[in-house]
């Protein structure tokens, strides 16, 4: 299926995987069953996993074997299992390489606001993923989009800065952003990430990202974003938030259920 037809679709879509690429061997896993699961619920399916996580709180943490090595990933994870690909650029040098192998460059929450950054991505022609800042009031989001300069861009919610180590979602921001026109996707898991709330990483609480996903779809999002992996607690990235993989095809299930029963 087309990326196009995927995003400007009717149909719920969904952007999912694990947090970084950690090796061949996760991705593959999470991609297989992706895969099927998009078969067996008619849903389009985008994977996601990074290749560097630029934004780490500890020196010590993870953040990935190298743009060359993920890439190489990815592009298998493509040829291998028929799934379009994001992946997220930290810096303009690393966006002609990747809009090589990609369908959607994702720009990171924390760089929302980089001009250039947005600037280049949109014009290599890819459809370009823009998370709200944690820092952003969704009704400026409509001039960071614009920046892009084009209209293949997505707007991703994933919560707001609470406090010390906590983000809320304000589900009027959906309603807000939706208004722009772009296509809309609530990041369920990172929204559910308590910022360096485990002393040198992030926690989270994953056990809400079902009720919240049900949520998003309620509110009329286009699509969702969920970072998944086989076994969270040894993951090299986000262990704290991802929901394990076992858990997905009952995720998509009570999702679906909501979407279908919105357009009955």
Wanted: hydrophobic residues 40%; negative net charge.
């Amino acid at each position: 299926m087309r990326i196009d037809d995927i995003i400007r679709g009717s149909r719920l879509f969904l952007i999912a995987g694990p947090c970084a690429i950690e090796s061949e061997t996760v991705c593959f896993t999470v991609a297989e069953n992706l895969a099927e699961l998009s078969l067996k619920h008619d849903l389009p399916v985008i994977f996601k996993s990074s290749y560097t996580k630029a934004n780490r709180l500890s020196a010590d943490s993870f953040s990935g074997h190298g743009m060359e090595f993920g890439l190489n990933v990815l592009a298998d994870v493509k040829k291998r299992f028929d799934l379009p690909l994001l992946t997220d650029v930290h810096e303009t040098a690393e966006i002609s390489a990747t809009a090589d192998v990609v369908d959607v460059i994702q720009i990171p929450a924390f760089l929302c606001r980089q001009t250039e950054l947005v600037r280049q991505a949109g014009a290599t022609g890819k459809w370009v993923n823009i998370k709200k800042g944690q820092f952003i009031a969704p009704e400026d989001m409509d001039k960071i989009a614009d920046k892009a300069g084009t209209d293949k861009v997505i707007l991703t919610e994933r919560g707001a800065s609470f406090g010390y180590h906590n983000l809320v979602v304000d589900f009027r921001s959906f309603i807000i952003m939706k208004q722009f026109g772009y296509p809309l996707v609530y990041d369920v898991t990172h929204s559910l990430q308590l910022p360096g709330g485990a002393g040198t990483c992030s926690g989270g609480q994953p056990e809400f990202a079902i009720p919240m996903a049900r949520a998003g779809v309620a509110v009329g999002v286009n699509g969702l974003f969920i970072e998944t992996h086989p076994d969270p607690p040894s993951a090299l990235c986000d262990a704290g938030s991802m929901i394990p993989l076992s858990q997905m095809d009952d995720l998509i299930t009570q999702v679906m259920n909501i979407r279908q029963s919105m357009q009955a």
